[in-house]
């Protein structure tokens, strides 16, 4: 799991080839770290597929909308620089992540 800040996102994410999970989380977002064990868990699972990271949005606000990352938590999926899928809020459940890992791997 990549930890990423405003200056790792754009090499480690918008530039790297391949597929990658970022997971955007709030410092006091507590939904955000309900699911966080879970998305350490499937990049334990899952590591060797897909590429696993996660940004905290408190940290990053602008880059966060510039993602169009306006509630939390966001799991998001991009390949090759692009956001191709997301789950917003509610829909980010652990059962949801890890069938949209799944449709990536």
């Known amino acids: 799991m990549i930890d990423l800040d405003k200056t790792t996102f754009e090499a480690e994410v918008l530039q790297a080839e391949g597929t990658v999970l970022v997971d955007f989380f709030g410092d006091g977002c507590v939904p955000c770290a309900a699911l966080m064990p879970h998305i350490h868990a499937f990049a334990e699972t899952y590591g060797d597929k897909l590429k696993f990271t996660s940004l905290n949005t408190t940290k990053a606000r602008r880059l966060a909308i510039s993602q169009k990352v ?35 791997c």
């Open 70 to 104: 306006m509630g939390l938590p966001v799991i998001a999926i991009y390949q090759n620089g692009a956001m191709v899928e997301s789950l917003v809020k509610d829909d980010a459940t652990p059962e949801n992540v890890e069938a949209m890992i799944k449709k990536y």
